[in-house]
């Protein structure tokens, strides 16, 4: 069964660093390439960041550059997002995201910046 589990959001003021984790399950993790998305109410679901199986290789949203940080540990099975100098509008559910011959996707975690 195929699991990916988000954890790591919540409530933080402006300027605040969060640090997502995104446990996987089920399938080869290490042969997978890894992603963050984010979806804000009234809007579209954007991609985020995006980290190759490997590790190697990483892409960022414009928005994101220069604050947020992804990263993975193949033996954990696990993918990062860690969130410095939040703003806002980088208020949003947070989701997790697997991409190889399938594409599997988790629950979401909810980030808030707020004041």
């Known amino acids: 069964q195929v699991q990916l589990v988000e954890s790591g959001g919540g409530l933080v003021q402006p300027g605040g660093s969060l640090r997502l984790s995104c446990a996987a399950s089920?399938?080869?993790?290490?042969?997978?390439?890894m992603s963050w998305y984010r979806q804000a109410p009234g809007k579209e679901r954007e991609l985020v960041a995006g980290i190759t199986s490997a590790g190697a290789g990483t892409n960022y949203a414009d928005s994101v550059k220069g604050r947020f940080t992804i990263s993975r540990d193949n033996a954990k099975n696990t993918v990062y997002l860690q969130m410095n100098s939040l703003k806002p509008e980088d208020t949003a559910v947070y989701v997790c995201n697997a991409l190889r011959m399938r594409e599997y996707w988790g629950q979401g975690t909810q980030v808030t910046v707020s004041s």
């Open positions: 089920g399938f080869t993790f290490s042969s997978y390439a």
